[in-house]
């Protein structure tokens, strides 16, 4: 059917038809044509860090070459703001956590300053995606707005803790729509919910293929042993990501097993307790020389796809998940994923046949043993992970789903 569509190679949106197939990138062209022109911007909190700027990085580029016009901008707040828009992430997780009011008012006069900052952009904006709570009392402060606002929520919202969710609630009600990653996520709001995953860029330095020699590169860099299997977990310096707990599984596995384990991880400008956490997993992996903590900067993106590339297992045993970027990395580059069984993971490690879900140290422990032993089924389980990134969690396909959902706004 698509014979006579020819994208060149070397063209911007011709690179991604080479991965994902010329009818995809027509498909989203035809979507894009009624939006030609369209002002859309997006707004987070950090340019660099975690899930979220992973995604607008790539987002914004691909909607500009499709003839939109796209923008991302970022809040900055005071420490005090980040102190609370982080307890704000720790209760919409479900942490029992109470905000004093002077949190509470940093919070809002940092978005009170923002928008002022914004006033220009946002005011002649037809569409505003805010991304996740941080910036979301932006609203409040375009009470004649023309655009279309968008709440969209990266994080793992099953269970928030009622009070935060109370204060918060409305702000968001404010919104036209909301976007949650899984529909478990979705909530009591007075507009429609949308439910659209996250991806990741095929093109980028992050996922793009690598010659062999530099994969080979970071055993010498990070002294690491080539000859040793290597499990390794990527993710923040974060609770939530259970770092202690991913320890605790290698330490049992490699009693019965030889194996080295490598955290890697960097700061987003926006998590003020990465520090606390970094220390915690130091102490924990003390003494251990097959362990490797590693604090890697925040452009560090060849090296973690080199990183997850020498792995022979990516692991990611999070307690708490909205979606997992990592997880999507890790199986693009065909490895098997041994994943928390928790929020997106679930959507994207199927137990026994992309990955493993796992619930404790010991589950992780068994199954990294067992998929140790079984190179087959490695190489198996990471050949259908591969497949199912391509399938259903390449950015081409995301794009898609908020094309489709402004073309029905627009309406
Ligand atoms: N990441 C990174 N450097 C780090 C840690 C993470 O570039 O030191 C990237 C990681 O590769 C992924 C994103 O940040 O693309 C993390 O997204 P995810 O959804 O896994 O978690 P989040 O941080 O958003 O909770």
């Given at each position: 059917m698509c014979a006579s569509i020819h994208y060149r190679d070397d063209e911007f949106l011709g690179r991604y038809a080479a991965v994902t197939g010329a009818c995809v990138i027509q498909h989203l062209e035809q979507l894009a044509a009624s939006l030609k022109g369209a002002r859309v911007v997006h707004v987070n909190s950090t340019r660099e860090g975690g899930g979220v700027a992973e995604i607008l990085q790539k987002l914004i580029p691909l909607k500009k070459a499709l003839g939109i016009d796209a923008r991302w901008e970022v809040i900055e707040g005071t420490p005090a703001f980040y102190a609370c828009t982080k307890s704000f992430h720790n209760a919409l997780q479900g942490m029992d956590i109470r905000l004093s009011d002077k949190l509470l008012e940093a919070y809002e006069e940092t978005n009170a300053r923002c928008a002022e900052r914004l006033k220009p952009i946002l005011e002649q904006a037809d569409f505003v995606f805010i991304h996740d709570p941080q910036p979301a009392a932006l609203l409040k402060h375009f009470p004649e707005r023309r655009g279309q606002w968008i709440w969209r929520c990266h994080i793992d919202v099953r269970q928030p803790f009622r009070p935060v969710w109370k204060y918060l609630r409305p702000f968001l009600s404010a919104y036209d729509a909301s976007i949650f990653?899984?529909?478990?996520?979705?909530?009591?709001?007075?507009h429609p919910q949308y439910i659209i995953a996250p991806s990741i860029d095929p093109l980028s330095e992050k996922n793009r293929d690598l010659p062999d020699a530099e994969i080979e590169k970071v055993y010498d860099r990070f002294d690491l042993d080539p000859e040793r299997p290597m499990v390794l977990q990527v993710s923040r310096y974060d609770r939530f990501k259970d770092p202690v707990g991913v320890i605790r599984a290698c330490r049992m596995a490699a009693k019965l097993t030889p194996l080295q384990l490598v955290l890697a991880g960097g700061e987003a400008s926006?998590?003020?307790e990465g520090q606390a956490v970094l220390e915690e997993v130091r102490q924990q992996a003390e003494g251990h020389p097959d362990i490797h903590v590693l604090l890697l900067p925040a452009d560090a993106h060849r090296t973690i796809n080199a990183l997850q590339r020498a792995a022979d297992i990516v692991i990611q045993k999070s307690l708490r998940e909205g979606f997992g970027l990592t997880v999507t990395e890790g199986m693009w580059k065909g490895r098997p994923v041994i994943g928390g069984d928790t929020g997106g993971i679930r959507l994207q490690v199927f137990n026994h046949y992309t990955g493993f879900l796992v619930r404790t140290p010991e589950g992780a422990a068994l199954r990294i043993r067992y998929l140790l032993h079984n190179g087959r089924l490695r190489r198996q389980m990471g050949e259908r992970a591969r497949r199912f990134v391509l399938d259903n969690f390449l950015i081409t396909r995301h794009l898609r789903e908020y094309l489709t959902l402004l073309v029905s706004l627009q309406a």
């Amino acid at each position: 059917m698509c014979a006579s569509i020819h994208y060149r190679d070397d063209e911007f949106l011709g690179r991604y038809a080479a991965v994902t197939g010329a009818c995809v990138i027509q498909h989203l062209e035809q979507l894009a044509a009624s939006l030609k022109g369209a002002r859309v911007v997006h707004v987070n909190s950090t340019r660099e860090g975690g899930g979220v700027a992973e995604i607008l990085q790539k987002l914004i580029p691909l909607k500009k070459a499709l003839g939109i016009d796209a923008r991302w901008e970022v809040i900055e707040g005071t420490p005090a703001f980040y102190a609370c828009t982080k307890s704000f992430h720790n209760a919409l997780q479900g942490m029992d956590i109470r905000l004093s009011d002077k949190l509470l008012e940093a919070y809002e006069e940092t978005n009170a300053r923002c928008a002022e900052r914004l006033k220009p952009i946002l005011e002649q904006a037809d569409f505003v995606f805010i991304h996740d709570p941080q910036p979301a009392a932006l609203l409040k402060h375009f009470p004649e707005r023309r655009g279309q606002w968008i709440w969209r929520c990266h994080i793992d919202v099953r269970q928030p803790f009622r009070p935060v969710w109370k204060y918060l609630r409305p702000f968001l009600s404010a919104y036209d729509a909301s976007i949650f990653s899984l529909p478990e996520f979705a909530q009591p709001l007075p507009h429609p919910q949308y439910i659209i995953a996250p991806s990741i860029d095929p093109l980028s330095e992050k996922n793009r293929d690598l010659p062999d020699a530099e994969i080979e590169k970071v055993y010498d860099r990070f002294d690491l042993d080539p000859e040793r299997p290597m499990v390794l977990q990527v993710s923040r310096y974060d609770r939530f990501k259970d770092p202690v707990g991913v320890i605790r599984a290698c330490r049992m596995a490699a009693k019965l097993t030889p194996l080295q384990l490598v955290l890697a991880g960097g700061e987003a400008s926006d998590d003020p307790e990465g520090q606390a956490v970094l220390e915690e997993v130091r102490q924990q992996a003390e003494g251990h020389p097959d362990i490797h903590v590693l604090l890697l900067p925040a452009d560090a993106h060849r090296t973690i796809n080199a990183l997850q590339r020498a792995a022979d297992i990516v692991i990611q045993k999070s307690l708490r998940e909205g979606f997992g970027l990592t997880v999507t990395e890790g199986m693009w580059k065909g490895r098997p994923v041994i994943g928390g069984d928790t929020g997106g993971i679930r959507l994207q490690v199927f137990n026994h046949y992309t990955g493993f879900l796992v619930r404790t140290p010991e589950g992780a422990a068994l199954r990294i043993r067992y998929l140790l032993h079984n190179g087959r089924l490695r190489r198996q389980m990471g050949e259908r992970a591969r497949r199912f990134v391509l399938d259903n969690f390449l950015i081409t396909r995301h794009l898609r789903e908020y094309l489709t959902l402004l073309v029905s706004l627009q309406a």
